[in-house]
């Protein structure tokens, strides 16, 4: 039996209050095999893995799915129900992606504890080990380090239904996406490939369209000049035809301009005219058919400063609990007004709870720190979104420009009940930002951001002039933006593998 696709039909989506739809018209079919779903933040990604999923339903359209879908969301607050039966079953499968993914049988009584990594493997892992015919993730590498994403991705390899996959992981992608699907609101475009080839081929596309588009304007402008140059002729002509202004005796003008009516001399000049109206009017008419995508500027200033003092933090030798029995060895830790440092180690190993034990002790006005957690809870979203609202008007102005640079639409995003996580991480960043902050602290920067946004962060974060402290398993990323290594490992003289240590290395 052949595996049935996930198909949508003029789909169209509304979420209430907003004045433009998320999708209207939207024609897709998701054979068996990945297909890549990429888009800016905010423009329906999630919506899209959700309404092929039936956990949403279309305001008009259909959507057809095969019997067993599974739907992996980007947050982890809560543990797959499966999850206790996954770990007590005995069948091929499940040991093998226990073994795999490295999912611990303690995992369910610690969830709370647990990295946001490890939360992301054991929920993959369960959705694999369940076999559904369809399955939805959204941004499975949030959260993974290193050594498990080769993993994850080996993994995912192995499944055999209809696979939609958000991620922002280009590696990602391209190892298992068969075609990629490019949100652009309120439709969607399909191409062949995972992601580096599909962009190659949008990018032609829209190379393609603007030399029709400028070859279209020229031809236009050309038409227009050889209009005006003959309505000029002919004007000309009904001149020299009209017998007005001739005296009633001079029978020989008269007659001449007779002549040149029976001749159709004089009315060459017209009929030239009318069909170059009408090519005049196809040419404009190709002109406005030539559709070429507006680019949005991307790209953004970070107004910081540099604090004037030795030190923004100094922070004393000790030992902070990961919980679990398990706990993390520090030595002393400073950074001064201009450091640069990347916080790395493997999932669980503390680099959360050190960012944290940190926020915590600085000493620092509250308007000079930046501070975005790897997870925003749920509930912050709605009311960041409310005080955004609430700002007066050239400070709302400032902020949305920011989110607009860096990729989303503003109205969108005002309209909505709860933004994206990568809205919010947008938010959040364009809030501190107005502050001219002394120091920028992000736990896994990159996560729930589209590859457009990522690219000008970066290249923002570069101009910083004050501190940053960074946490993320993106080594390329690192490796431009800071000098200083802070790196967790296990801690090797510990025999029961609890004990982890936190080495500098400048």
């Known amino acids: ?77 809560d ?26 049988e303690d995992w369910p009584g610690r969830w709370g504890t647990l990295s946001h990594g490890e939360r992301k493997r054991a929920q993959i892992a369960v959705a694999l080990w369940r076999a559904p015919r369809a399955l939805a993730i959204d941004e499975p590498t949030n959260h993974i380090d290193l050594s498990a994403r080769q993993v994850l991705r080996d993994a995912l ?43 190659a081929l949008a990018r032609a596309e829209q190379q393609a369209a603007r030399t029709a588009r400028d070859k279209a304007r020229r031809e236009r402008d050309r038409l227009r000049g050889e209009a005006s140059r003959r309505a000029e002729e002919a004007s000309r002509a009904q001149q020299r035809r009209s017998k007005r202004g001739l005296a009633i ?19 060459q000049a017209g009929r030239t005219l009318r069909q170059l109206d009408g090519r005049l009017a196809r040419a404009e008419a190709k002109l406005a058919t030539t559709r070429v995508k507006k680019q949005r500027r991307l790209g953004i200033d970070l107004v910081g400063s540099r604090a004037q003092r030795d030190l923004l933090f100094r922070l004393p030798a000790g030992r902070i609990s990961l919980g679990g029995g ?43 720190l930046v501070y975005l957690p790897q997870e925003i809870p749920q509930d912050t979203a709605a009311r960041v979104l409310d005080d955004v609202r ?69 290249a923002a974060l570069d101009e910083f002039p004050g501190g940053l402290l960074l946490v993320s398993h993106d080594r390329a990323f690192l490796d431009r933006l800071t000098r200083t290594r802070w790196e967790i490992a296990p801690e090797s003289a510990d025999p029961s593998g609890r004990g982890m240590r936190l080495r500098v290395e400048a």
Not at 4 to 9: N, Q, S
Not at 79 to 104: H, I, M
Not at 249 to 267: E, M, W
């Open 1 to 77: 039996m052949s595996q049935a696709p996930v198909e949508f039909r003029d789909v169209a989506f509304f979420h209430a209050g907003a004045s433009a739809p998320v999708f209207d018209g939207l024609d897709a079919l998701f054979p068996p095999g990945w297909t890549g779903v990429i888009g800016p933040n905010g423009a329906g990604k999630t919506t899209l893995l959700r309404l092929a999923c039936g956990n949403l339903s279309p305001t008009r359209g259909s959507v057809t799915r095969p019997a067993e879908v599974i739907y992996c969301p980007q947050r982890t607050d």
């Open 249 to 267: 005796k001079d029978h020989d003008a008269r007659r001449r301009r007779d002549l040149a009516r029976v001749t159709g001399k004089d009315g």
């Open 79 to 104: 543990a797959p129900a499966e999850l206790p039966a996954f770990l007590q079953s005995l069948d091929a499968a499940a040991c093998r992606l226990r073994g795999r993914l490295g999912v611990g």
């Open 326 to 368: 398990r706990s993390l060895t520090c030595p002393d830790l400073a950074m001064a007004p201009a450091d640069r440092v990347a916080l790395v180690g493997p999932n669980g190993g503390g680099k959360s709870t050190l960012v944290r034990h940190v926020v915590a002790a600085l000493d620092l006005p509250d308007e000079r």
């Open 157 to 199: 390899k192995t499944f055999r239904g209809v696979g939609l996959l958000v991620s922002h992981d280009r590696a990602l992608l391209d190892a298992l996406c068969e075609q990629t699907l490019f949100i652009e609101p309120p439709g969607a475009v399909v191409r062949p490939g995972g992601y580096s080839k599909a962009v």
């Open 390 to 458: 609430a700002l007066p008007g050239n400070r709302l102005g400032d902020v949305m420009t920011v989110v607009s640079c860096l990729g989303s639409e503003p109205q969108r995003l005002l309209e909505t009940e709860r933004p994206s996580p990568g809205e919010l991480r947008k938010l959040m960043l364009a809030l501190g930002l107005s502050r001219r902050p002394w120091l920028i602290v992000m736990d896994e920067p990159t996560n729930h951001l589209d590859l457009p946004s990522i690219e000008c962060l970066e």
